[in-house]
């Protein structure tokens, strides 16, 4: 499948995030990951519907909710209503999401499901039927910029297999945490297929459709 690009929206400026957005759309991003953070769940509050709701207005972009909250089925129907057309909840603190799964696809979205980087590939055996999206997290959630973890090259391939073997082998496998023009390579060399960059697309030092551009570049180029 063709490797997407969703920029997130947690480096962007958001004293000027209806200019980030249309540069990220004219630079052929495919979708805009939101990251929702509650201050419980992960350390860091971030933003909410009404943001949701906004960048719904400045694109035609589908736009990403990952939601990193406490009790996240108290917040479905209202990102669904802003305009998300993925909704990502954890695997982590809930005991019920195959409930959750199917509140997402009730309201009309896409549903997806995140691990964080310690929890184990095998957890998500028995989801793989009911969801759109597999979201690896590869550094811990709460922050943007930090560095990579390593041992994560090899839980994407782990997750590759588990879904082939499973007989889903279109499942999306998308990455999130440290994914720059050095990691992204091995990546989908690995089995993703949905790069979430935050850093290197907002804070490259290259324009932000540059930046989309070197992404490309280097999973073109494979591995480093």
């Given amino acids: ?20 957005l249309a540069q990220v759309e004219a630079g052929g991003a ?3 990951h939101l990251d929702v953070m509650d201050g419980h769940f992960v350390p860091n509050i971030t933003l909410g519907p009404l943001i949701v709701k906004a960048v719904r ?9 990952h ?12 990102f669904a209503q802003a305009g998300a057309d993925l909704i ?4 982590e603190g809930n005991w019920s999401v195959h409930r ?8 009309g979205v896409r549903a997806g499901v995140s691990l964080n980087p310690m929890t184990p590939v095998g957890h998500l055996e028995e989801m793989l039927p009911f969801v759109d999206t597999v979201l690896v997290m590869t550094v811990e959630p709460g922050f943007g910029g930090q560095s990579f973890i390593p041992t994560m090259y090899d839980k994407v391939a782990r997750l590759r297999q588990l879904a082939d073997s499973r007989g889903f082998p279109g499942l999306d496998i998308a990455v999130d945490g440290g994914v720059d023009r050095e990691t992204a390579g091995s990546l989908v060399e690995a089995g993703a297929t949905t790069l ?3 850093t290197a697309v907002f804070a490259s030092g290259e324009s932000l459709p540059d930046a989309i ?4 570049r280097a999973v073109s180029l494979g591995p480093t």
Avoid: N
């Fill in 88 to 91: 990502v909840v954890h695997v």
């Fill in 57 to 65: 207005r400045c694109t035609s972009l589908p736009i990403e909710a």
């Fill in 30 to 32: 495919d979708a805009l």
């Fill in 213 to 216: 551009a070197t992404l490309r």
């Fill in 100 to 107: 959750l799964l199917q509140e997402i696809k009730g309201a």
């Fill in 196 to 198: 979430i960059a935050g």
């Fill in 67 to 78: 939601l990193m909250v406490e009790h996240p089925g108290d917040f479905i129907a209202d």
């Fill in 1 to 20: 499948p063709p490797i997407r690009i969703a920029p997130s929206l947690l480096s962007a400026d958001f004293a000027h995030l209806a200019d980030d």
